[in-house]
């Protein structure tokens, strides 16, 4: 599983992915859209209907890839613990391993998520380098303990989706930082803009 808001989704993500995929010998990625991020509760965030169509548009022809739209569907606040809870009820086939994709940015937050510790127990966490982000090993096993993490080696890309939004809305182009369909799809519905 690979979370987030992906407001838009980018090559960042899709980069990513691929060589978790790759690396590890994943039989396949689901992209989980968050419906309401408890982390950005005073974010404006693109309604959920653009972002799915933006993620069908980028994982289109990936065989691996697919979305699971669990956190769409339902209301409250997007929990990933709750996601996985979920998904394993309904989805999730005896012998299958679980593992959860995030930055690595993201791993210094862990601690703050709702029931970590249990979705330790749930999943193997797998980390993806960042730009401008190096790991303080020492903190996360401070903070994170007997943790499993497993890191992923990958190009660096300095792409954010805030980046994407602050370009759009200056009248720049996106071209090579979202797949064509998605860049397509923002400049036909007008998303981003001021």
């Keep these: 599983m690979l979370g987030g808001t992906f407001d838009p989704v980018h090559i960042g993500h899709l980069i990513g992915a691929q060589a978790a995929a790759e690396q590890l010998q994943l039989d396949r990625v689901l992209f989980v859209p968050a419906a309401n991020p ?6 404006s965030i693109t309604p959920a209907e653009h972002r799915v169509a933006m993620l069908e548009r980028a994982l289109a022809g990936n065989k691996r890839f697919s979305l699971y739209l669990d956190e769409i569907s339902r209301s409250g606040r997007s929990y990933t613990i709750d996601t996985v809870r979920r998904y394993r009820q309904s989805e999730h ?3 299958d391993e679980l593992f959860f994709i995030v930055g690595a940015d993201n791993l210094a937050e862990l601690h703050t998520w709702k029931y970590w510790k249990a979705l330790c127990r749930e999943v193997k966490f797998v980390a993806l380098a ?3 982000f190096e790991p303080d090993n020492g903190f996360l096993e401070k903070k994170l303990g007997s943790a499993e993490i497993l890191w992923v080696k990958m190009p660096l ?3 954010s ?4 939004r602050n370009s759009c809305a200056a009248g720049y182009s996106i071209r090579y930082l979202v797949p064509d369909s998605v860049a397509e799809y923002i400049e036909s519905h007008r998303l981003y803009r001021k």
Aim: aromatic share 0%.
């Design 38 to 43: 408890p982390h950005k509760l005073n974010v």
């Design 130 to 132: 960042r730009e401008g």
């Design 161 to 164: 989706a805030t980046g994407i």
């Design 93 to 95: 086939k005896e012998g």
């Design 157 to 159: 890309i300095g792409i």
